[in-house]
């Protein structure tokens, strides 16, 4: 491949590590931003951030920078940049490779309660339910505009409103440890551990941690990403695109 330079879509640690092994192979990376974190960890190799204005802006950013090909490494519940992204570089007629983790699944000693989106999951939580909320920060409105609710919201950032007294707001960056986990819930009292299915080893110990306390998760399934070749890992979608 004559042409070296790779956009990376990031905003993830998965991202950080696919700048780092493209690198490494002797690509030209730049990893972008969506610009919605203060203090985001970044990755090595050139850096920019904000949104591109839509499709149009992103076909217009990866004709005018002559990128070869966009590695695609967003958060598998950002499911518009990641459609945006497969649409922008087919007209730019560039290849899409996606880095994806895989989904968890249940183990048998599990108490899941799937559901598609974040409204089903408010409506999945039975009366005075105490949750750990652990979904960010953008969509906890539903969960606190339920009076019988109370419980932990959990995030990595302050959201631009106060919490209900009812709420704990504790502000945390992963990983977490699962015995720091179990503490947290048998701390709060906790019945419910509310999650989106990220996948991943990072975030994992919050489903260990109610698995051993018999706490019901209520799992938010991922929404569905364009129809495109995915990577379970950083080396394979490097070795792919070698
Ligand atoms: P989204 O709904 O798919 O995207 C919303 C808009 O944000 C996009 O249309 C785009 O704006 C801009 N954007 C998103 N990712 C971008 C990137 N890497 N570079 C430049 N612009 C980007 O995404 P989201 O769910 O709001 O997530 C925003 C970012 O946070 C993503 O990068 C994602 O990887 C990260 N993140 C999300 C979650 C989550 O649970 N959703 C969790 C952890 C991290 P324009 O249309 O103007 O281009």
Redesign the pocket.
Known sequence: MPNKRIL?????SD?NVLAMELLKSGFDVV???????ENPVLPEGEI????????D??YDYLKAEGFAALAD????????????GFNAAERAGIPYLRLERSAWTPLPADNWISVQDTEAAVAALPDAARALLT??R??IAGFLARDDLSGVARMIEKPPFELPTNWALVLARPPFSVEAERELMAFHKITHLVT?N?GGKLTVAKLMAARAQRIPVVMIERPQKPPAPAFGSAPALVAALV
Request: no cysteine; proline share 2%.
């Open positions: 990376v879509l990031g905003g993830t991202a990893t972008s931003f969506a610009g919605v974190t920019r951030v904000g949104g591109f204005g839509g499709e802006g992103l490494a967003t958060h598998p519940f950002a499911a518009q940049i990641s459609r945006h979904i960010g953008k969509e989106k990220a």
